[in-house]
């Protein structure tokens, strides 16, 4: 029995639907496929005794090229370019800021913000809306990064990078000051060092941090 135009139709629009629906669950800005038991578990792990002196990196050269990596970002974000900002990101990322001092598992510890790179995504197209009232009018920042320390792991092609901060934030209601550290980890994808996960450690992250809305 011979098919007809309107069987091979059909065929095709299922096919192209069967392929659009595979190509957005694999897509880390529609959905957040990646993040799974197996993410939450290398997360701890990577983020835990990581900050060993014998896994310090001295080498001058290694230490400026990361250093000028999160001097960049600060930069990107005060200039509120958060395009570019993205681009240093990993295609399948995480934007975590613990709301414990000690960051914890972020599965049984409440965070401030976790964000894979769908609801990255999200925050920024908010932001451009104008609707996001507590951006509006936008805050002015400077973020001053310090302290900047390279650390080795197991896998050749990974950093971790530790560096202190103090954001500056005017509001129209005042200025107020955000401090703390940061753990970024590095992985070198596509002939370039991408940010795989940036944990942003407030050091008052536990109290009343009056609704943070810029990019930490």
């Not at 299922?14 to 997360?43: C, F, G, W």
């Not at 995480?94 to 609801?119: H, K, L, Q």
């Not at 000051?177 to 996960?197: D, K, N």
Request: overall charge negative.
């Amino acid at each position: 029995m011979e098919a007809t135009d309107e069987d091979d139709a059909e065929t095709r629009r299922s096919t192209r639907a069967v392929t659009v629906q595979m190509q957005t669950a694999h897509d880390p800005a529609i959905s957040s496929y990646y993040v799974n038991d197996e993410l939450y578990r290398k997360l701890v792990e990577h983020f835990t005794d990581w900050q060993r002196e014998e896994l310090v990196i001295t080498a001058p050269e290694v230490r400026d090229q990361f250093r000028l990596l999160v001097e960049r970002e600060a930069r990107l974000l005060d200039e509120l370019r958060f395009d570019d900002w993205l681009a240093m990101y990993a295609p399948e990322c995480i934007y975590w800021v613990p709301g414990t001092p000690s960051g914890g598992d972020p599965r049984r510890e409440i965070a401030i913000s976790f964000d894979d790179r769908r609801r990255m995504e999200d925050r920024i197209f908010r932001l451009r809306t104008g609707y996001a009232w507590s951006q509006a009018p936008k805050s002015r920042t400077v973020r001053l990064v310090s302290n900047i320390e390279v650390f080795a792991t197991r896998e050749g092609a990974a950093r971790m990078v530790r560096s202190n901060f103090l954001i500056s934030e005017f509001r129209v209601d005042g200025t107020r000051f955000l401090s703390g550290w940061c753990g970024h980890r590095f992985v070198h994808s596509a002939e370039r060092w991408q940010i795989q996960v940036r944990q942003v450690n407030l050091i008052d992250c536990d109290r009343n941090l009056r609704n943070p809305s810029i990019v930490l």
